[in-house]
């Protein structure tokens, strides 16, 4: 009789354990979107030649593999996901685009791709992160949307 009782209390805390819980997401930061840094429209950091190399980085880690170490969208693994990579090379490719769309895409990811976790990245750096994308445009950083 406790054999029985045992497997089941065990197949229970197993159940809860895997069982995912409200806000576990890494990108939940717990306070609402207008208390976001991504609620504003123009980026807040001025570039450093450290926090840029920090961004790039960053950019090698966790954005290359999909949008290419250049920028321009063209991986094998892009191609397998189905998804547009837009072309980072090209200004009009980030012209309509806001810095606030940008860093709450790469903070909070967007359709297949994955956030930039916090704890992985500060606020500072993914602003560094969308200034060091702009800059790939040619040698013409794309003007952010008015």
């Not at 229970?12 to 991504?38: C, F, H, I, K």
């Amino acid at each position: 009789m406790l054999k029985p009782f045992l497997l089941l209390s065990a197949a229970a805390l197993l159940a809860l354990a895997a069982a995912p819980t409200q806000g576990s997401r890494p990108q939940d930061t717990g306070t609402a979107p207008e208390d976001t840094p991504a609620a504003k429209s123009t980026n807040p950091v001025t570039p450093t030649p450290e926090s840029q190399a920090r961004a790039k980085s960053i950019y090698k880690i966790d954005c290359a593999l999909c949008h290419a170490e250049n920028g321009d969208g063209k991986t094998d693994i892009a191609k397998s996901l189905g998804v547009p990579m837009p072309n980072f090379t090209e200004p009009k490719s980030l012209a309509g685009k806001m810095d606030g769309d940008l860093f709450a895409a790469i903070r909070n990811g967007k359709e297949k791709m994955p956030p930039e976790a916090a704890g992985r990245a500060s606020n500072s750096t993914v602003w560094n992160l969308v200034i060091y994308i702009r800059n790939m445009s040619k040698g013409q950083a794309a003007e952010p949307a008015q």
